[in-house]
Each structure stands twice: as C-alpha cells, then as structure tokens.
C-alpha cells in the first residue's frame, strides 16, 4: 500500500527549510514534513538536508525528534517527522509563561543533556541547540530537533574552513577561535539556553554578530543572585557549562545531566521539609549551600577562578594566595605559641640573668633621688629588677 502525504497547514519556516502540518494517508495520521527551499537548494545544501536525515535516524531516544520518512518530489527534498501536538519551543515559553524556576527548569535542561549524550554517543555534535530547537510539552516533556547543522566526528565535515555555524548568543567561544569543536561546544550551547531559561534574559547579548562574540569571548553573565537570590546555590553549575575553556565544563553531557538531577532532588527535598515544618511556610523556597556541598557532584564543582578578560591558550595557572595567606598566618601563630610555652617551661637555671647591683644598694640609689619621684622611681625600678631576676609574678610582689 502506497504512502501518500497530504498537506494541512504551514507550521514553521526557517532559513534552511519549510515545516508543514500533514496527514500521512492511508493511516490518517498527523505528521510533519519539512521541505528544502529550491531557492536555497543547491549541491551543499542538498548535502547538508541528507545529513540531517541521517544523523536524526541514527539516533534513538525518547528526547530525540523521530524521523518516519524521507523523499524527493520533483526537485523538492523532505523528509517527515513525528507531530509534536501540544508542544511549544522553550522560546515560547519563556514569552508565555516567563522564566521559569530551578526545579522546572532544571528537568528539561536535564532531559537536553540526555539527548545531547544520546548524540554524543552516536559521534554526533549538534551545533545549534537554542530555544527554537527544543520542545516542551505541558506535561514537561522535552524533545530535541533540527540537526540541519550536525557535524558528525567520524566523517569528513561540510562546514567551510573559517564559517560560523549557529546561532550567534549560543555558540562556544572555541567556535569563534576557531578551535577544534568537540561535544563539550554543545554543553556551552545548552547552558546559555538554560541561563536563558531560568532568568528570562539572555546570558550573552549584543546589537551586532561582533558585539555578540566579544561578550561571549570576554564577558561573564549577570549573576545569578542579582536575578533572584534562591538561585544562587546553583551558580557553580551555570559556571561551569558557560566556562570559556572547554576542559573546564562537563566530561560529558551525562555528568551533568546528573549533577542537574541531583540538584533538583535536594530542592524538593528542601520544599517538602518547609511544607512540613510547623509554624507559617517561608514565601522563598531555598537550598542551603551547606547541603548542597554534602553531595559529591556538587560540592565538586569549582568556580572559574581566572579572569574572562584573557583568553590564552593554553590557559594560565591558577594561583590561590588566600589559602597561601592562612596558612602562613597558621604557621606564625603555632610558632609563637610554641615559643611562649618554651619559655614558661624553663624559666629556671638554664635561664641567663642579667647581673644587677644588690637589692640594697640599688635601694638606696632610688631613694637618693628627689622626694617628689623617688616613690614612682622606686616602684618601676622594682619592677624591672623583678623582671630580669623572674620574679614578677611571684607573691611577694
């Protein structure tokens, strides 16, 4: 039985293709089709559309979009998908609904991660993960799509040598140096999109594709706790998926989709304890950084400690001088310390004592003084004689 396409309604359109709403006959079954433009289709392009389909159908996972079919009709390329009902890209969420908070922006920033891995695993890096990329049911369901910029790693690549790919706000600083791109760009991506996600404003923002490269080269985005102070437990994760080096972000996608599920697990841990403390509920729901350093994932995630305005590679040392400070201050007070018990120890014969002249004599030197100082005179003079001979604290005194 033959399959046949017939077309509803447009439902998206971008710079390489046209997304339409069909019903695939004879099932009677909703789907999307997305075409190649002939005015955009030339021998790379056509290249570029294959590649997609087939890095969609290699992979398989519940956050991946499913490819069903592809084709030509006349000189028009398609392939069709499955027809997401009910979805909206995180884009439209964020206008609909705002930013949204950690525990819900956390579990679909956490299921972007498993998909990212799902493509990693398969030698595939996505290239264009953005708000526009990613679908979100009401249920909270996330799904990834549109690979029409996948680079796969163990072929030959159809990027032009010095070409950007992707979208500017979200793309790895190692992309606009034009390093080698590895999984880890896609963690970059992910964690601008999920900045974006919790924060409703974009982490890296300018007038021009040139304006845009140099924040994302030279500047960090606006902290977290200056947006809203029960986010600031999380700042280390943001941290480290927007890190200018990528040795310095996740191992991998899976390692942070795990640092996001646990971190989630503790705010809800966190909501529940508030719900059943007695007394009236707390309006802020936080997570104390106290908690969250007794979890092995996070208490390991470090801050960027070097500054952003320099981008050498390879990356300079980092230095830690406050820690240096301590523990000099340390050092000084044991060996004050130590020293002082010492000499309270030995303060007997083997102590040397200064000779001074007899009690007697330097008596009665003090009192051939003048009637006005000579009780003063006498008492300090004592006093330092005392000293010298160890017997200032005596009771005789």
Sequence with gaps: MKTTYKLISKIGEGGMGVVYLAIQEPL????????????????????RFQREVQAAIRIRHKNVIKILDCGQKGDQHYYVMEYLEGYRTILQVIEDEGRLDWARGSSIMEQVMDALD?????????????????????????????FGLVKVTDADTLTAAGKIMGTPSYIAPEVFLARDITSAADQFSAGAVFYELITGSRAFEGATVADVAHAILRNQPVPLAQIDGDLAPYQSILDKLLSKYPEDRFRSAREAADVLRTSRTLAWREEISEAEAPGPRSPTRRVRKTELARVPELANIQMDPRSASSLAWPRPLTRKPIALLIVALLSIVGASTSLWTWSRNNTGSSTIVPQIPPASAFDQQVMARSPQSSHRTWR???????????SLLSPSI
Excluded at 28 to 37: C, R
Excluded at 118 to 146: F, T, W, Y
């Design 380 to 390: 300090n003079s004592a006093m330092r004689r005392r000293y010298w001979t160890g």
């Design 118 to 146: 799902a493509c990693h695993e398969s030698c595939l890096i996505h290239r264009d993960v953005k708000p526009q990329n990613i679908m979100v049911s009401d249920q909270g369901h996330m799904v990834l799509m549109d």
């Design 28 to 47: 009677g079954k909703q789907v999307a089709m997305k075409f190649l433009p002939q005015s955009v289709a030339g021998p790379a392009q056509v290249a």
